[in-house]
């Protein structure tokens, strides 16, 4: 039973992987996901429900984008076509007390947030349908749609939803959690445009939610609140007039330079050199793109790749370094959201200079991800309903700690032994009352906890699942 997890304990070496008891539902809840397969599978039919040695199974089994979600061993997976499918499978969970897992677009880095030992894993890669209503002016999205994928595929109808900024990410997780893009500055966070969401709740009841309607609370939750409300199995979210090919309306790309550090640390010393990767991009002309970034500029670099873009090309500005195939990698995050001017921006880039030491032997590279966040950012969300995670006004960057760990890099103990430890996540900056970023913390940063909505996610929470059986039965966001 060989997977992987940041929770410390005494590992087994299998092969170059360790057997860490951790995350997922243990031998004990064996007898509930069982019988929950045998009867889906009965409901459902084999190729939609695929135990070990399915034509689907393998693939799925592994095919978690971090290494950390790729070992688990579902008792069964089932691949659902329809909300239908995903009542059935709900319902049939629910009634077997089963341990459970739901897959998007599967790019989450937290253990079992996308897959499960011994339980039940939905994966949502045969739902992938997606389409503009130019009536509605809005785009009808499936839970197993990667950014990417919308992006090209609705390009000829210059439209786009408010997804993410690398095409590979599923657009579901991403969403649930906020969802930060190269439109948000003008457009608000991916989930400021949701318009109505169908959602399976956990005894499988099938409702639409929407900012209006009977279940406008449960549509604000599942702004942020990520899986822990229900499955969503179709989004209409706003359309966003971004142009087709031909509109190279978009003026930016990537500025790279070389900071070189000098650091001393008790256990080490030494220059290091940081290689600074700046994504830039303006919806206007080169003129205003030079003025508005001029400080950015006017920094020497050793490699750009400014130009203008179409929207759809400014979704693969940043997809090469994402690509699969780059190795596998067992991703850990800090999050962070600061306010200017209160001395922490220092110490949030010391922090990482010194997680970035610590892990020199194991993590070939190590990111420190700014984005901020605007205003008007905040104002799109409000007029929009807001969210559950809404912050004060006043503009602040969100930062991201990003440590890859490529596995031919690091020794076997290191990953289950005390990652938290060396990471110490608690001693990241960040200015109270701001919420972290839920997609880019750790799980052990509870971001929810952090919400300005938190108190009424909770009330919520209590009204659409009261046994709790989502918090009980699925490895997802702390807080609950
Ligand atoms: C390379 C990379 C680039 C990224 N870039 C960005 C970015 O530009 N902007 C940004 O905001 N974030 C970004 N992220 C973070 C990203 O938002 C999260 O990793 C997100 O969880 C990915 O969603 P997914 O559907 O691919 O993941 P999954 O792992 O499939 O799902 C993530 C979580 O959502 C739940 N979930 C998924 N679908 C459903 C559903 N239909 N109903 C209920 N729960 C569901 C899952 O159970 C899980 O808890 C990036 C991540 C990576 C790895």
């Known amino acids: 039973m060989p997977f992987l997890s940041k929770t410390r304990s005494i590992g087994l070496v299998v092969g170059y992987l360790l057997a860490c008891p951790g995350v997922s539902a243990g031998q004990n809840h064996t007898t509930p996901a069982k019988t ?11 190729d939609k429900v695929q135990s070990a040695g399915g034509a689907q199974y393998e693939a799925s089994a ?10 688990d061993k579902p008792t069964c997976i089932v691949f659902p076509r329809n909300s239908s499918d995903v009542v059935s499978a709900m319902r049939t969970i629910f009634h077997s007390d089963a341990h459970y897992a739901v897959r998007g677009g599967g790019h989450s880095a937290m253990p079992g947030w996308n897959t499960i030992n011994n339980g039940v894993l939905i994966d949502f890669s045969q739902m992938k349908s997606f389409s503009y209503d130019p009536v509605r002016d809005s785009i009808f999205i499936e839970p197993g749609v990667l950014n990417g994928e919308v992006s090209d595929g609705l390009q000829s109808q210059g439209v786009a ?3 993410g900024r690398v095409e590979a990410v599923g657009f579901s997780g991403l969403a649930l959690g ?3 893009s190269f439109l948000s500055p003008s457009q608000g966070w991916a989930c400021d445009r949701f318009r109505a969401l169908d959602v399976v709740l956990t005894n499988g009841r099938l409702v639409t939610a929407t900012h209006t309607n009977e279940y406008s609370d449960l549509f604000t939750a599942l702004k942020g609140g990520g899986s822990r409300f229900g499955i969503v199995t179709r989004y209409e979210v706003d359309a966003i007039h971004v142009g087709t090919a031909a509109d190279k309306t978009y003026w930016g790309g990537t500025i790279n330079v070389l900071i070189v550090t000098t650091v001393t640390y008790s256990n080490v010393s030494g220059t290091f050199t940081t290689a600074a990767s700046v994504t830039l991009f303006y919806n206007g002309t080169e003129a205003q793109f030079k003025q508005v970034f001029a400080d950015f500029l006017a920094i020497p670099a050793i490699a750009t790749n400014l130009g203008p873009l179409s929207y759809n090309e400014v979704m693969k500005v940043l997809t090469p370094s994402q690509a699969p195939g780059i190795g ?3 991703t850990n995050y800090g999050g962070s959201t600061l306010y200017p001017g209160q001395g922490l921006f220092e110490k949030s880039y010391n922090n990482w200079l010194n997680f970035s030491v610590n892990f020199k032997d194991e993590a070939s590279r190590t990111f420190w991800v700014i984005t901020p966040v605007f205003q008007s950012q905040i104002d799109v969300s409000r007029a929009h309903g807001g969210t559950s995670f809404t912050p004060p006004n006043g503009q602040f960057p969100s930062f991201s700690f990003l440590f890859p760990l490529f596995l031919a890099r690091f020794p076997s103990h290191v990953i289950c032994s005390d990652i938290y430890d060396r990471l110490d996540i608690s001693r990241i900056p960040r200015s109270p009352g701001l919420p972290l970023y839920l997609n880019e913390s750790e799980d052990v940063q509870d971001a929810l906890t952090t919400y300005s909505g938190y108190e009424k996610l909770k009330e919520i929470y209590r009204k659409y699942d009261p046994t709790r059986f989502n918090v009980r039965r699925m490895v997802g966001p702390n807080g609950l």
Do not use: E, I, M
């Open 36 to 46: 929950a397969c045998h009867t889906l599978s009965t409901l459902l039919g084999t």
């Open 62 to 71: 592994t095919g978690a984008w971090d290494l950390y979600n790729q070992f």
């Open 161 to 163: 939803p408010v997804g």
């Open 178 to 180: 906020g969802g930060l």
């Open 328 to 330: 596998p990698r067992a």
